[in-house]
């Protein structure tokens, strides 16, 4: 059965888009961070109002971009990542929204995969430090 190019690209579509946003919404180099207030203000432009909590996951070796490759439906990262969770005071609105950061180190993150990308950040196994 020969299926259409198009039809291929459009079924191949939504997973590299979901891998775009999980990227952009987690995955951070450290060169980048500037801090939790201003890392999510584009995350609260798609969402409106302030997002309750996010974790960024610092990746300065870009591991990170393989942790879908085995083919599994849900990975487990084998390196220790450092992150940390921007959590909303609770008291200010969009789109002013304030954030603690809290660094924190993980002992692996787990994420679940679709067509070999992470689409979904489970909460990290927070260590010591």
Same mark, same amino acid.
């Given at each position: 059965?020969?299926?259409?190019?198009?039809?291929?690209?459009?079924?191949?579509?939504?997973?590299?888009?979901?891998?775009?946003?999980?990227?952009?919404?987690?995955?951070?180099?450290?060169?980048?961070?500037?801090?939790?207030?201003?890392?999510?203000? =584009?995350? =609260?432009?798609?969402?409106?109002?302030?997002?309750?909590? =996010?974790?960024?996951?610092?990746?300065?070796?870009?591991?990170?971009?393989?942790?879908?490759?085995?083919?599994?439906?849900?990975?487990?990262?084998?390196?220790?990542?450092?992150?940390?969770?921007?959590?909303?005071?609770?008291?200010?609105?969009?789109?002013?929204?304030?954030?603690?950061?809290?660094?924190?180190?993980?002992?692996?993150?787990?994420?679940?995969?679709?067509?070999?990308?992470?689409?979904?950040?489970?909460?990290?196994?927070?260590?010591?430090?």
């Amino acid at each position: 059965m020969k299926i259409p190019t198009a039809a291929f690209l459009l079924v191949l579509l939504p997973a590299a888009v979901l891998s775009l946003n999980f990227f952009d919404r987690h995955v951070v180099s450290v060169t980048s961070w500037q801090s939790c207030s201003s890392n999510m203000r =584009n995350i =609260n432009n798609e969402i409106n109002p302030c997002k309750d909590i =996010n974790t960024f996951i610092f990746d300065p070796k870009k591991e990170f971009n393989t942790i879908c490759s085995s083919g599994e439906e849900f990975a487990t990262s084998y390196s220790e990542f450092d992150i940390v969770d921007c959590i909303h005071d609770g008291r200010s609105r969009y789109p002013n929204c304030v954030y603690q950061d809290q660094p924190l180190k993980a002992k692996n993150i787990k994420v679940k995969c679709v067509n070999g990308y992470p689409v979904h950040l489970f909460p990290p196994l927070k260590g010591t430090g």
